[in-house]
């Protein structure tokens, strides 16, 4: 069990850059998350998927975020036009069945 | 809009006492519940678990949960300055436990 992976840890780009970030989850875990965490919150929930098919998005997720997770293993994040607002820590998670998600070391975003 | 509220903090305790972490939440569908200890700059990492009314121990925590209340706590014995961080109380709802719904989160400082 080497935990989850996420990469890259630091990402800095210009504001109207596009930015991929990518999360491989615990093996064997079929279940993947994105949270969304800014400095004083807790963790928003993005999106989920189970295997490859994506089940749910959440309202936060305009359409310049897209994410894919093309053979039910790893995923990838993909931030396009970014903006300010985008500036945030992004997690990933993975579990498996209904046991407790277990989290990423997370991805920092940050707009100039 | 299902919430999950807690008391910001800061949290602070001598060295050898009990803290003592609340947290309630607004949908009574909960099933599911979670504490998560988050390190400044780093991911949240999974504590305590509890899926039923009463109390859950491992080793120095203990979870309690009142459905009723809509009310769930964690208790840390012995605390330690290890012990300081913020501890992100989050909720799962309708059963399939894969949206989890987090607090903002109490900053916990243990002084020596």
């Known amino acids: 069990d080497t935990g989850v992976s996420q990469n890259p840890r630091h990402k800095i780009t210009k504001r109207g850059q596009n930015v991929t970030f990518r999360c491989d989850p615990i093996?064997?875990?079929?279940?993947l998350y994105w949270y969304r965490q800014t400095l004083g919150q807790g963790p928003e929930f993005l999106t989920y998927?189970?295997?490859?098919?994506?089940?749910?998005k959440s309202r936060l997720l305009s359409d310049r975020f897209s994410a894919e997770r093309p053979k039910g293993s790893f995923s990838t994040l993909e931030i396009q036009r970014t903006e300010q607002g985008d500036s945030a820590m992004y997690l990933c998670?993975?579990?498996?069945?209904?046991?407790?998600?277990?989290f990423g070391d997370g991805t920092r975003l940050s707009i100039l | 809009q299902k919430e999950v509220e807690q008391n910001s903090g800061p949290l602070s305790v001598p060295e050898g006492a009990i803290a003592s972490l609340n947290c309630t939440y607004s949908?009574?569908?909960?099933?599911?519940f979670f504490w998560y200890r988050q390190y400044s700059g780093k991911s949240p990492e999974l504590i305590m678990f509890?899926?039923?009314?009463g109390d859950k121990e491992d080793g120095r925590f203990t979870a309690q949960l009142n459905k009723a209340s809509q009310y769930v706590s964690l208790l840390i014995r012995d605390s330690q300055p290890s012990d300081s961080a913020t501890y992100l109380c989050?909720?799962?709802?309708?059963?399939?436990?894969?949206?989890?719904?987090f607090g903002k989160g109490t900053l916990l400082t243990v002084n020596p």
């Open positions: 998670a993975s579990s498996v069945g209904g046991q407790p998600q277990h």
């Open positions: 949908d009574r569908g909960s099933q599911s």
């Open positions: 509890i899926y039923s009314n």
């Open positions: 093996s064997e875990h079929n279940r």
């Open positions: 998927f189970q295997n490859e098919a994506q089940l749910e």
């Open positions: 989050a909720v799962s709802s309708g059963g399939s436990n894969y949206k989890l719904t």
